[in-house]
């Protein structure tokens, strides 16, 4: 009987090239299992994180949205609700991981009035963990409508006096600013006279006008006041510059006179002087208003004496008549004694009492004892002759009396 052996495979175990595969794979498959299982941990912690910093930011909004529109916090010149709040948890109290910061801006609608809108920008972020942020943008409306937050209108109506009823203005420019912030807005009247500003936050305001070749009257006390849900209405009134004309010439021979100093007052305006050109005429272009009155005078360094008048200004351009008329020549007068020493007084009785004219003037020491006084046109009117008295001290009666013209001149004695 045959007896045969057989050996099976198994028998013989695992081989090392087998055993380092084996290995290898229950490695990678290992890895991969804790990998996905931390990728998976890692975003659970990110998502919660977006979340809770998601209700941080709705919860700012929301907060944002129950104020009052006008409210401090809601300002744009540094209004925040609140500013930067660090260290928040998931329901805004302290100790936590989120850091919460607020921006406010004016929204970009109806430009040309004060905005009804507020842009809201809330932006919560962290570093622990994973490093994130979240930002949430709002728009916050407001209404002058409805009431429900502290809005006005302000409607400005620009008159034209200049013909004695006011008449509507289109074409004026008239800037509105909100005091609390400083914002400053601008509108052109309409055809109707009218410049209106819509959703303007109530409180203090300032209204200001400009027409090309037109005055601003001011009718009330600024600042002006916006009121909340109205509206309110205000009055602006122009008149328009006009030209004045005015001639100057000679008391005494009618004769234009250039280089003369020609001055227009009025109160509340400051007009500048101006001299007489070669014709004798100085012409104040774009300086009076209708319906004012100025005094007008006359003076400069080579006039000794001036006139002046009053001049009304019509609805329109006005030409001085008659013109101004200039003393241009001054009066001398030599007063002499019989002996040495001593000073000579010039006076002008005003029917009155004695003014002194100028200050003392000592006589000569020598022969003729004489001293000359130089008596300006201003103490003329209109070249009339006028009488001056000469004494040796402050005078008790009228002595020595001269009487004199314009350019004329005398001598006299003294006693």
């Not at 006041?225 to 021979?253: E, P, Y």
């Not at 280089?259 to 014709?279: E, H, K, M, R």
């Not at 001085?320 to 030599?334: F, Q």
């Amino acid at each position: 009987m045959r007896v045969s052996k057989q050996v099976r495979a198994a028998d013989t175990g695992f081989t090392v090239v087998e055993l380092v595969v084996a290995a290898a794979i229950l490695f990678f498959v290992v890895t991969g299992a804790i990998t996905g299982i931390m990728f998976a941990s890692q975003s659970a912690i990110l998502t919660d994180r977006r979340s809770e910093a998601l209700m941080l930011a709705n919860k700012t909004i929301e907060f944002a949205r129950n104020l009052p529109f006008d409210d401090a916090k809601l300002t744009t010149s540094g209004g925040t609700i609140p500013p930067v709040q660090t260290n928040r948890d998931a329901r805004g109290n302290v100790p936590g991981p989120y850091t919460i910061t607020t921006t406010v801006a004016d929204g970009t609608y109806l430009a040309t009035s004060a905005s009804p809108y507020r842009d809201i920008r809330v932006t919560v972020s962290w570093t622990q963990t994973i490093p994130g942020n979240v930002t949430v943008v709002s728009t916050i409306a407001g209404s002058s409508i409805t009431g429900d937050y502290n809005f006005g209108n302000v409607y400005v109506t620009v008159y034209c006096q200049d013909s004695g009823t006011n008449v509507k203005t289109p074409g004026a420019t008239v800037g509105l600013t909100e005091v609390a912030s400083g914002r400053v807005w601008s509108q052109m009247s309409s055809s109707l006279g009218v410049a209106g500003f819509t959703y303007v936050p109530s409180g203090s305001i300032v209204l200001t006008a400009t027409y090309s070749d037109y005055y601003v009257d001011p009718v009330v006390p600024t600042p002006y006041s916006c009121v909340a849900n109205a509206n309110t209405n205000f009055t602006v009134q122009v008149r328009q510059w006009r030209n004045l004309t005015i001639d100057v010439v000679s008391a005494s021979t009618g004769a234009a006179v250039s280089g003369a100093l020609v001055n227009v007052t009025a109160s509340g305006f400051s007009i500048p002087s101006q001299l007489t050109d070669s014709s004798g005429r100085a012409v104040f272009v774009n300086r009076v208003l209708a319906g004012t009155t100025y005094a007008v005078s006359t003076t400069g360094t080579v006039v000794f004496g001036g006139d002046s008048d009053q001049v009304t200004m019509p609805n329109g351009d006005k030409t001085l008549s008659p013109p101004l008329s200039l003393v241009t020549n001054p009066a001398t007068v030599k007063a002499k004694k019989a002996t040495s020493g001593g000073s000579a007084y010039l006076w002008a009785w005003n029917g009155t009492s004695y003014t002194q004219i100028g200050s003392a003037q000592a006589y000569a020491t020598t022969r003729p004892y004489t001293t000359t006084f130089t008596i300006a046109g201003s103490n003329f009117v209109d070249g009339a002759p006028t009488t001056f008295y000469l004494t040796n001290s402050s005078p008790g009666t009228a002595t020595n009396p001269v009487t004199l013209t314009a350019g004329a001149s005398a001598e006299t004695t003294v006693n």
